[in-house]
């Protein structure tokens, strides 16, 4: 079974701009969330889908956004980009809708670069 | 608010002997909780799952303690190799909790040869 796909890898944009990330879970996975990793925040929560709609989210500000799409996929957007944004974002996809009993699989992350 | 402290950045230990990373909690009920390797440039991978009503859990060089009590888990990698070498992350979730997991800063372990 293929794992978690993240596109693209690695992408620079300019203070600003917007930028759209994609992921594509496991196979048979419906829940999909994000993650923003910094080396001063460490890992930390943007929001889960879950059969199309957003189920929870974290303490980012509305600049962050996302969506899924009936096939699981996820994008999530960030606009108006801002240096802080610079980090590693990562897609977790799991099994269950119970989710909190059931393993997150990561992506390789998405690597953004705000300069 | 919640907090988790990993309570090492960094840990360096020899070949052969038994790491121990630790991971607190604070202001926070969890009935689960997680370990997870990460490697540098990549996902953060799933080792083991620790239920509140279970003390400890194995899976084979892996053990891991949960004490609700002193609010801790101890992570241990025993007769650790080079291989070991990465970053560990503990993971706290509750059903209760309206955010979902909530991840520590992780410790970064070295296993020198």
């Known amino acids: 079974k293929a794992g978690v796909t993240q596109t693209p890898r690695y992408l620079i944009k300019t203070r600003g701009q917007q930028v759209t990330l994609s992921c594509s879970p496991i196979?048979?996975?419906?829940?999909v969330s994000w993650y923003q990793q910094t080396p001063g925040q460490g890992l930390q929560f943007l929001f889960e889908?879950?059969?199309?709609?957003?189920?929870n989210k974290g303490n980012f500000p509305g600049r962050f956004s996302g969506r899924q799409f009936s096939n699981s996929r996820s994008e999530m957007n960030v606009s108006t980009l801002e240096l802080g944004d610079s980090a590693l974002y990562l897609c977790?996809?799991?099994?269950?809708?119970?989710?909190?009993?059931?393993?997150?699989?990561f992506g390789p992350g998405t690597r953004l670069l705000v300069l | 608010s919640q907090k988790i402290e990993q309570n090492s950045e960094a840990l360096n230990i020899q070949e052969g002997k038994t790491a121990t990373l630790t991971c607190n909690y604070t202001?926070?009920?969890?009935?689960?909780l997680q370990w997870y390797r990460q490697d540098p440039g990549r996902g953060p991978v799933f080792l083991l799952l620790?239920?509140?009503?279970?003390k400890e859990k194995r899976k084979e060089r892996l053990k891991v303690t949960f004490d609700t009590t002193l609010k801790q888990s101890l992570f241990h990698i025993t007769a650790s190799q080079p291989a070991d070498s990465a970053t560990y992350l503990c993971?706290?979730?509750?059903?209760?909790?309206?955010?979902?997991?909530?991840f520590g800063s992780g410790t970064r372990l070295s296993i020198r040869p």
């Open positions: 977790a996809s799991s099994l269950d809708p119970a989710r909190h009993q059931e393993t997150q699989y």
């Open positions: 993971a706290l979730d509750s059903p209760s909790s309206a955010s979902k997991i909530i």
């Open positions: 196979s048979g996975h419906r829940s």
């Open positions: 889908y879950f059969s199309e709609t957003q189920r």
């Open positions: 620790i239920r509140e009503n279970e």
């Open positions: 202001n926070y009920s969890p009935a689960y």
